[in-house]
């Protein structure tokens, strides 16, 4: 009995392990605005395409896709984020952009 009993704890810690996903802001991610809007960005300067993971291992959750769309538009050196994929509420793909008007003076 001692192994069988082993063995559930331990595939209970490992699913309890896996399923708690954290995503930490970066640095300036706060401040990236996203929008759906295009005519929001057609003055900036696009810098990079942002994709989400989906999937196993992604952050999962649309307050955590948002976290991990913004930090990867601050990775791009964006400040402005349009998104042109979602899923209920929660960005998945779009592109960085640098706008000048979003810029802290």
Not at 76 to 99: E, R
């Amino acid at each position: 009995m001692p192994t069988i009993r082993a063995a559930i704890l331990t595939i209970v810690w490992l699913a309890a392990s896996t399923a708690c996903v954290s995503v930490t802001p970066v640095p300036g991610a706060e401040q990236v605005k996203i929008t759906k809007n295009p005519s929001d960005v057609a003055a900036c300067r696009a810098v990079g395409n942002i994709k989400v993971p989906t999937g196993e291992g992604s952050p999962g959750g649309a307050t955590l896709d948002r976290i991990e769309f913004r930090n990867q538009a601050v990775g791009f050196g964006g400040n402005t984020a349009l998104v042109t994929v979602s899923y209920l509420g929660a960005p998945l793909q779009g592109i960085a952009y640098h706008c000048d008007r979003w810029r802290d003076s």
